[in-house]
């Protein structure tokens, strides 16, 4: 939606645009679906939207957390609510995965069921690209990573193994060093 300044992004070798949006499934930070809605109004909308949009697996995923499809989604507890959005977006067979924040503010239980629908749902062919501050509870799930600072600046990146290695400490920790508060002094 913004005017890019600087550098290209590109999907699959083509240029951000019409044509790939049908490439990407996204999980924005804030919910975009309707409290008023079933459950089953969500999923009739994913299908008539997205061609790669997997109803049984959804309906799957669904049933395995005892979320009813005729509750509305405003009846939803915080995490419930979570659960569902991810499993509309994990149960497309997307290119790329773009989940923003998909682990804030929920309970860890919560968080574990998510992770383990993120590993276990996408299609392995695809991209599956997290952003979160929770770097502890993804850790283990990752193959690389980017920490980004204040206007778009790489700070440091790579493959999650090689840098623990090298640097002989955990990501969650580079992540504190790189990110830690230093207050004013007077």
Known sequence: ILTPTVGQVGICGQPVGVGTKSMVSYLPDRTYLQNGQKIRDQLDFFQDFYKDFDRTRAEQMLSALNIDLDKRFGTLSKGNKEKVQLVLVMARKAKLY???????????????????????????????????????????ILDEFLFMGFGGKVLLSGVADEVRAEQGKSLDELFREYFRYAPAVD
């Open 98 to 140: 773009l989940l923003d924040e998909p682990i804030a503010g929920v309970d860890p239980a919560a968080r574990d069921y998510i992770l383990q629908t993120i590993i276990g749902n996408y299609n392995p062919e695809a991209t599956v690209i997290i952003t979160t501050h929770l770097i502890h509870d993804i850790e283990p």
